[in-house]
């Protein structure tokens, strides 16, 4: 009879610790490691999944003439533990541009920063749990760079639009002036309120002139590039030949896409 009963215990907390116990299974599986990560075409899902306490790579570049915001867009998540996405601007995964946390489906708009054109980006996913999840990297609202500000022909109407908030979301521009001490003028149509800043460097440093407050929404404005310094209250004498550079940024406290039309010309063509 003893030896009965000791059966029965073997069998019983044996049943036990096999059915508290984690198999390698329960952890899942990663994509990619950092020396080899897994592409991301932008525009096309990609199923992809991280395993619990662990990491997965991935990384996307931009087209040459893919200047501004991206967004991740984390969709059909198939746990409630959180993931945490990390974006690196190179393949050593040391230079975090931004991180967020997830915890079911989400978009991240990496603080709607402008992504330059050309150029490989990173992605490191954490997960606490075992996940699977789709991967869509898109082109964001906003458009330029200031390494890559898109080109305005003059006299030509450019649609754009500018994609965040006050703080964050930009779109950058360039045009070259066809004559010395000519009077330009910016035309926009604007369906929101915007603010720009023309500068007369390429790291958008040397301010030529503003217009804060003044793209009021719904109104075809028409704004002089004079060199003025309203500081001083001079009215200028116009823009020497060169090359100028155009920030467009957005007023409102809350993220949304703003669209216009932009014309830049000289005023004596008007």
């Given amino acids: 009879m003893k030896i009965f009963y000791y059966f029965v215990f073997v069998l019983f907390f044996g049943a036990c610790s096999v059915t508290t116990e984690e198999s390698s299974s329960d952890y899942g599986s990663s994509d990619g490691t950092a020396a080899a990560p897994v592409e991301l075409t932008v525009g096309t899902a990609k199923a992809g999944s991280v395993p619990k306490w662990g990491n997965s790579y991935y990384k996307f570049t931009t087209s040459s003439t893919g200047a501004g915001s991206y967004k991740l867009d984390i969709a059909s998540l198939s746990s409630s533990s959180s993931v945490i996405t990390y974006l690196y601007s190179e393949s050593g995964y040391s230079t975090v ?16 920063m402008a992504f330059d054109a050309s ?7 954490y997960a606490y749990g075992n996940v ?14 200031k390494n890559n ?25 360039t045009f070259t002036t066809s004559a010395a001490t000519d009077n330009y003028t910016l035309t926009m149509n604007n369906s ?34 004079t060199g003025a310094d309203a500081s001083l209250n001079t009215p200028g004498s116009g ?11 957005g007023e409102s406290s809350t993220a949304k896409t703003t669209t216009y039309n932009i014309t830049v010309q000289a005023a004596s063509a008007l």
């Avoid at 150029?119 to 996913?125: D, H, S």
């Avoid at 929101?192 to 075809?220: P, R």
């Avoid at 823009?239 to 467009?248: A, F, H, I, S």
Wanted: with cysteine; net charge negative.
């Fill in 97 to 112: 541009i931004e991180w967020n946390s997830c915890l079911a489906s989400c978009i991240e708009y990496f603080y709607y």
């Fill in 119 to 125: 150029t490989t980006y990173y992605l490191r996913i």
């Fill in 132 to 145: 699977t999840y789709s991967l869509t990297v898109s082109k964001g609202g906003s458009e330029g760079s």
């Fill in 149 to 173: 500000p898109v080109a305005l022909t003059l006299g030509t109407a450019h649609p754009g639009s500018v994609e965040g908030t006050s703080s964050y979301g930009k779109s950058y521009y």
């Fill in 192 to 225: 929101d309120d915007l603010d720009c800043q023309l500068y007369s460097n390429s790291g958008f440093t040397t301010v030529v002139d503003y217009y804060y407050n003044e793209c009021t929404s719904g109104k075809n404005i028409s704004d002089n590039f």
């Fill in 239 to 249: 823009l020497t030949q060169g090359t100028y550079y155009l920030k467009v940024e």
